[in-house]
């Protein structure tokens, strides 16, 4: 007999062990995240740095405001079309 009241065989145990289960999944999801953003990273990585480059560019751009010419900020979103057009 299970460790509740009224609950017997494999429902039971399946109640009792479902947060470890899980845990299990959540780690086995977690591992594969990480393989496929290392191959990722091998595979695009260098691509994948200018575009991040140009991400942190047009978020100062941006934040930068009345400092920055408009101009400059159409320009850096023109190199980001680019980038992802490649």
């Keep these: 007999m ?3 009241e009224g609950e017997s065989g494999e429902g039971g145990e399946r109640e009792q062990y479902g947060p470890w289960v899980w845990t299990a999944y959540r ?3 977690e591992l594969l995240r990480e393989k496929v ?3 990722f990273d091998a595979q695009e990585g260098p691509w994948l740095d200018k575009v991040a480059d ?3 560019d047009i978020v100062n751009a941006r934040w ?3 400092r920055k010419k408009e ?3 159409e320009q850096l979103f023109a190199k980001l079309g680019q980038l992802l057009e490649e």
């Design 2 to 4: 299970s460790h509740h």
């Design 27 to 29: 780690a086995y999801n």
């Design 37 to 39: 953003k290392k191959r």
């Design 54 to 56: 140009l991400l942190v």
């Design 64 to 66: 930068e405001g009345g």
């Design 71 to 73: 101009k400059e900020l």
